[in-house]
């Protein structure tokens, strides 16, 4: 469940940046520079549970990441030093902070984790931050029952529209579910369930297409190993295909688009696969030749680049670092293609790092990219100077700008505030529903048991009066027999005297 991706970043200047957490608990990173050459290996800070790494288009890097103390801290690099802080602190000792993911959406960082209870297995809370550079806001999302072989137990994506998609996986009673739920106009929807998974070994991966929702299903069922394609429609059909079962197992499934075809691959015996969604069924599984037996694993990926670059894959397969080559699922079908190797090109005086991105049919695109970067600087100094008389003016308008920002969002608060206060009422009415439904169902019980006791009553009284019938026409039968038994006696009495 503490499973850690490293991650590699490849800068402007096609350096290779790769953080990972090593053995110690320490985050550190390094740079390669030359064919499988690494500079040596930088301590970033100490006692790491997790953490996660985002690159904005300028190349800035942040990197937020969790520690043992219950501490999440950020940092950046800033003049060849990472400068940070920290901004959240646990205040208990019960839990700790694990799977942490972040995204950043216009100036606010959202920040997710789970919560997991220490003295319990099965209970983690997923929470979510939003860090807006100054302050931090955090609420409790929801409560996840975790399933105990699961790498990863939620994932959090944003789509075209800045909203943010969360799908996670829970065990409800004996059912393990996998359930929906989005954040659009800073609201969290409703959680919705989507359906159940059976099996063991299971894992998932999101793809928001909309109006679908695709998602890679990984599980297994007794000896063998299945990869299904789920496709969500956000009316609520939902249908399933199957794209590979096999005896070996399965491993780091990834779900992408190409041009209009949805595509999925895969690791098996340490070979990749991959296939094509076709209208209704999934392409016949095709082996990516790698040209080497190197040992493949997954890698959260980065690089800068403009819209029109032709890697933008946040998932990816590589090699280890001595011989690290980079496969990027988008050019496994591709005629003529070739492995992303690197190169040092020292007779041109252009500093490449060791796997020089060498995608088929684009390097004179990279070049260019290269040469209008170049050109950007120079424009850069010419903007200078209308930034600075452009700077005048909204230094003049920023008061009134600060100020309507200001009763906006006290406008926001309030009306959150509102929103909130209104869905504590809604709660409680359903409660005192629920008591009065209660209540009615005891008064009908107790109005059944009443005329129950009122018909036995009155059985019970009518056999009274039965009985007191009896008892008087027996009293009246005794009262004759006594009259007729003392006119007996009276009788002998005198006949005696008259014998006598």
């Known amino acids: 469940m503490n499973h850690l991706y490293s991650w590699i970043y490849v800068d402007y200047e096609n350096n290779i940046w790769k953080f990972?957490?090593?053995?110690?608990?320490?985050?550190?990173?390094?740079?390669?520079?030359?064919?499988?050459?690494w500079t040596k290996e930088s301590l970033i800070d100490k006692d790491i549970v997790g953490f996660a790494v985002n690159v904005e288009e300028d190349g800035k890097i942040h990197i937020v990441y969790s520690c043992t103390n219950g501490q999440i801290?950020?940092?950046?690099?800033?003049?060849?030093?990472?400068?940070?802080?920290?901004?959240?602190?646990?205040?208990?000792?019960?839990?700790?902070?694990?799977?942490?993911?972040?995204?950043?959406?216009?100036?606010?960082?959202?920040?997710f984790y789970l919560l997991i209870e220490i003295n319990s297995s099965n209970h983690g809370v997923l929470v979510h931050s939003i860090w807006n550079g100054k302050e931090t806001k955090t609420s409790k999302l929801l409560d996840i029952n975790l399933i105990p072989d699961v790498k990863e137990n939620y994932i959090a994506a944003v789509d075209k529209e800045n909203n943010i998609d969360v799908l996670f996986i829970t065990e409800e009673e004996k059912d393990i579910t996998?359930?929906?739920?989005?954040?659009?106009?800073?609201?969290?929807?409703?959680?919705?369930?989507?359906?159940?998974?059976?099996?063991?070994?299971?894992?998932?991966?999101?793809?928001?297409?909309?109006?679908?929702?695709h998602i890679l299903n990984k599980h297994m069922e007794g000896a063998n190993f299945y990869l299904d394609h789920?496709?969500?429609?956000?009316?609520?059909?939902?249908?399933?295909?199957?794209?590979?079962?096999?005896?070996?197992?399965?491993?780091?499934?990834?779900?992408?688009?190409?041009?209009?075809?949805?595509?999925?691959?895969?690791?098996?015996?340490?070979?990749?696969?991959y296939s094509f969604f076709e209208e209704d069924h999934w392409s016949r599984p095709t082996y990516f030749n790698r040209n080497n037996e190197y040992r493949v694993k997954r890698y959260h990926f980065y690089i800068v680049s403009d819209h029109d670059a032709p890697i933008s894959e946040r998932e990816i397969y590589g090699t280890g670092d001595m011989n690290l080559d980079l496969f990027f699922p988008s050019e496994f079908s591709q005629e003529g293609k070739e492995l992303l190797k690197g190169a040092a090109n020292q007779e041109k005086g252009i500093q490449h790092y060791a796997n020089q991105i060498d995608v088929p049919q684009k390097v004179e695109a990279l070049q260019n990219l290269k040469l209008r970067l170049y050109r950007v600087k120079a424009e850069n100094k010419k903007l200078k100077?209308?930034?600075?008389?452009?700077t005048m003016q909204l230094q003049k308008k920023q008061g009134l700008i600060d100020a309507q920002k200001e009763k906006i969002s006290k406008i926001l608060e309030q009306k959150q505030n509102t929103d909130e206060n209104c869905d504590m009422f809604i709660e409680l009415q359903q409660q005192m529903q629920k008591k009065l439904e209660y209540v009615n169902r005891r008064l009908l019980e107790e109005k059944n048991h009443k005329?129950?006791?009122?018909?036995?009553?009155?059985?019970?009284?009518?056999?009274?009066?039965?009985?007191?019938?009896?008892?008087?026409?027996?009293?009246?039968?005794?009262?004759?027999?006594?009259?007729?038994?003392?006119?007996?006696?009276?009788?002998?009495?005198?006949?005696?005297?008259?014998?006598?």
């Open 178 to 213: 996998l359930n929906y739920c989005s954040y659009k106009n800073r609201r969290w929807t409703l959680v919705k369930r989507l359906y159940s998974i059976q099996g063991r070994d299971i894992g998932f991966e999101m793809l928001n297409d909309q109006p679908y929702i």
């Open 73 to 111: 801290k950020y940092c950046t690099l800033k003049d060849n030093q990472w400068i940070g802080r920290i901004l959240y602190l646990m205040d208990s000792d019960k839990f700790e902070i694990r799977n942490l993911k972040v995204e950043i959406i216009n100036d606010e960082m959202h920040i």
């Open 451 to 500: 005329a129950a006791l009122d018909n036995k009553l009155k059985e019970s009284e009518e056999e009274k009066a039965v009985i007191r019938q009896q008892v008087e026409r027996m009293t009246e039968e005794r009262n004759i027999l006594k009259k007729q038994l003392e006119s007996e006696k009276n009788k002998s009495f005198v006949e005696r005297l008259l014998k006598g």
């Open 230 to 273: 789920v496709r969500v429609e956000m009316k609520g059909d939902i249908q399933k295909f199957r794209i590979h079962e096999s005896r070996q197992e399965l491993m780091e499934p990834l779900l992408f688009k190409q041009g209009e075809k949805l595509c999925a691959c895969w690791l098996e015996e340490n070979k990749i696969f």
């Open 20 to 37: 990972s957490q090593n053995n110690n608990s320490e985050l550190c990173y390094k740079i390669m520079y030359g064919e499988g050459k």
């Open 385 to 390: 100077n209308i930034v600075a008389s452009a």
